[in-house]
């Protein structure tokens, strides 16, 4: 079983930053890609960034020279700094990873979400 805990969600102010983490733990033999998604109410989770094994990066547009996501390979961990925040920015901020355990299986998890809101 492999469990992602998210932690630095908090509330910030519009132009301010945070700094999100991210943790795999669990049976974990070594894990791909890791990524970012967030949530409004009422509208679908949306990615907002992700990051290979390679330390490719991808990014929506809307976040594009504003948030920078980075991994840490041998401590399971992924970040996401998150800089000239806005009041869009206001979600519920899910990681998602993907990779083998212990066993050999593949899995894709989800961690329980942080709260990330932006006052303007």
Known sequence: QVRLVESGG???QAGGSLRLSCVASGRVSSVRTMGWFRQTPGKQREMVATITTDRATNYADSVKGRFTIS???AKNTTYLQM???KAEDTAVYYCNADGLTR???TFASWGQGTQVTVSS
Do not use: C, I, P, Q
């Open 103 to 105: 066993h050999g299986h």
């Open 10 to 12: 908090n509330l910030a």
């Open 71 to 73: 991994r840490d390979t």
């Open 83 to 85: 800089n000239s925040l």
